[in-house]
């Protein structure tokens, strides 16, 4: 799967990519990054790629050239045109069923947006996917990005270790289900013990537990919302 990520600020992957999980599949060739500096496209002689809005107001506005240019030039690179994300508070919230949509594509392009938005002849032009990570505003998409990646990562087979670990992901079987407690060595720590029904070896009594403790779980979170 290859991700094309467009932004401001480029220096902020590397170490995000070179960590865990994504250097495995980077390393196994299951996954390939390239970051993009939107600067690239800028014809301005100070490479600046935001400007002030039409009609006043605070803030400052990606401009449209860089983003479109940028974007093209990037699809052209390979036959497939991929899926293009611009990432944005405005955007589709992002969840467990969209991970998996996005998993069955072999290329993403993921926008990153700052300031305080983007011309909106880029949504106009482009027709990208609008995504939002939640309810709240980041100060640009690079985080955003980053989730992205991580979560559809994790489902492409082989990049995991053990190629069953994301089944009983929380959320990944049923759209809100959580996951149940895990417990590792030592049995006891002040005074906190681990529950008898995982130490007894009786596989079909622990796989009951777990369920019945999922469930639980499940059901607080969502009378918490
Ligand atoms: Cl994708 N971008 C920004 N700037 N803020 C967000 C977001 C994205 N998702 C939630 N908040």
């Known amino acids: 799967m290859r991700?094309?990520?467009?932004?401001?600020?480029?220096?902020?992957?590397?170490?995000?990519?070179?960590?865990?999980?994504?250097?495995?599949?980077?390393?196994?060739?299951?996954?390939?990054?390239?970051?993009h500096d939107l600067r690239n496209w800028s014809r301005d002689k100070?490479?600046?790629?935001?400007?002030?809005?039409?009609?006043?107001?605070?803030g400052m506005v990606l401009r449209v050239e860089p983003v479109v240019e940028g974007v093209e030039e990037i699809r052209g690179?390979?036959?497939?045109?991929?899926?293009?994300i611009l990432l944005t508070p405005q955007g589709k919230r992002f969840d467990q069923r969209y991970v998996r949509e996005l998993a069955t594509s072999n290329r993403l392009i993921?926008?990153?947006?700052?300031?305080?938005?983007?011309?909106q002849r880029i949504i106009d032009i482009l027709k990208p996917e609008e995504l939002s990570i939640g309810d709240f505003v980041l100060n640009g998409?690079?985080?955003?990005?980053m989730v992205v990646i991580d979560a559809v990562i994790r489902l492409i087979p082989g990049v995991l270790g053990d190629a069953t670990s994301s089944i009983d992901d929380s959320f990944s079987r049923e759209e809100d289900w959580i996951e149940f407690p895990q417990y590792t060595r030592p049995r006891t720590y002040r005074d906190h013990g681990v529950p008898d029904v995982l130490l007894n070896g009786n596989h079909e009594e622990i796989a009951e537990w777990r369920r019945a403790h999922a469930a639980r779980r499940t059901e607080r979170l969502r009378e918490a919302e």
């Open 3 to 35: 991700f094309d990520i467009l932004t401001l600020f480029p220096a902020i992957f590397p170490g995000y990519l070179g960590e865990s999980l994504l250097e495995k599949g980077i390393r196994r060739r299951l996954v390939e990054v390239h970051v």
């Open 46 to 58: 100070h490479h600046k790629v935001d400007d002030r809005p039409f009609g006043g107001g605070p």
């Open 77 to 84: 690179r390979t036959r497939d045109p991929g899926r293009l």
């Open 110 to 119: 993921l926008v990153c947006g700052r300031y305080e938005g983007f011309d």
């Open 141 to 145: 998409g690079e985080v955003a990005a």
